[in-house]
């Protein structure tokens, strides 16, 4: 056998070799990660719903898009929402977020939602869960409200709470005012 | 007698325009009015949430079928529209209720035994089906029910 072939099998022996073991570090990295991420809370809930929409059903529909949704021993559902950010770190928004997702829930299959959810934030190849108090029913359909009156002009929109926000924002140009 | 036609009207606000009022209220006023313009770098980012997002899922079908494996309508109908009704009654009435969770308790503690008796044994299994197909026919009737109600109210 012609030495170049000889070496051309090693090559290709240690490049299967070494995308085996990247494979597998990715596999167990991957594991790990799904397994660390769900907080002590949790681990005796079942998962009731995931990657599910839900519609409340009253004369103001709220449609929310759920992660995923955990039924405790007592019924009770708490809510799950995946987060992919840089920073490990929980915004605002997300508890907007997941008070719509109990409003829809609760509306839709009229189970009780638990007031704590969690925000689980991947950033770096890792999870984690964050705990969150959420908004009541009422700050929601307020916050509906004030929606409807910014989109038909009515009420004028606020600035962002920090400038961050609008340095990586598309809009900047025409929003003069703080660019 | 507008205000009657306003309240009758189903208007939808989904929950992530509500969390965007979260981050700015101009921007969703923009979005409205201009439609959504992500820069390249959102894009990516946008991109990295779908992947994530799907294999966040994928772990949860197999965490559900890892809970869910060994009831019965799954054991008899398999993943079909008998075990989604089944399904939707435990959720929809049996779990609000005290007495319906402990009818789920009992028969989560009777379901491995009945669907290793099937396995065992394969002729009961037409028996089991015919005996659950009252209770799906019982349930149909029940979550329609509720969803005319929920419909008229």
């Known amino acids: 056998m012609p030495a170049a072939e000889l070496w051309l099998i090693l090559v290709g022996c240690v490049a299967c070799v070494t995308a085996t073991r990247a494979a597998a570090r990715l596999i167990r990295r991957r594991s790990v990660m799904v397994d660390q991420w769900m907080p002590e809370a949790l681990k005796a ?37 995946l987060k992919t950010r840089r920073a490990d770190r929980v915004h605002p928004s997300d508890v907007i977020e997941l008070s719509a997702q109990r409003v829809a829930l609760a509306g839709e299959t009229g189970e009780p939602v638990a007031r704590i959810g969690w925000v689980v934030v991947e950033s770096a190849a890792r999870r984690t869960a964050h705990r969150v108090t959420l908004m009541s029913p009422q700050a929601i359909w307020d916050l509906a409200l004030r929606h409807d009156a910014l989109l038909a002009g009515t009420e004028s929109p606020d600035y962002p709470a920090t400038r961050g926000i609008c340095t990586s924002c598309a809009h900047r140009g025409r929003c003069s005012l703080r660019a | 007698m507008r205000r009657r036609r306003v309240r009758k009207t189903k208007r939808a606000v989904s929950a992530s325009a509500l969390s965007q009022m979260g981050v700015c209220e101009r921007l969703v006023v923009f979005e409205h009015s201009e439609g959504k313009r992500p820069t ?29 494996r060994c009831f019965i ?33 009992a028969y989560y503690r009777l379901a491995p035994t009945v669907c290793r008796t099937m396995e065992q044994w394969p002729a009961t299994r037409p028996a089991v089906r015919a005996a659950i197909r009252p209770l799906v026919w019982f349930a149909t009737r029940l979550l329609v029910d509720r969803e005319a109600s929920h419909a008229s109210g």
């Not at chain 1, 898009?65 to 809510?79: C, E, F, M, Q, S």
């Not at chain 2, 390249?40 to 869910?68: I, K, T």
């Not at chain 2, 009654?89 to 319906?100: C, I, Q, S, V």
């Open chain 2, 73 to 105: 309508a799954t054991h008899v109908f398999g993943d079909g529209p008998e075990t989604q009704v089944l399904r939707l009654f435990r959720d929809r009435h049996l779990r609000p209720t005290r007495a319906g969770r402990s009818v789920i308790l």
């Open chain 1, 45 to 81: 809930h079942t998962l009731a719903y995931s990657e599910r929409i839900f519609r409340s059903g009253d004369d103001r529909q709220v449609v929310a898009h759920v992660d995923r949704a955990y039924r405790g021993r007592n019924g009770l559902i708490t809510l799950v929402e």
């Open chain 2, 40 to 68: 390249p770098e959102q894009r990516v980012a946008l991109q990295r949430g779908l992947r994530a997002h799907r294999q966040f899922a994928s772990e949860g079908e197999s965490e559900a079928a890892r809970g869910g």
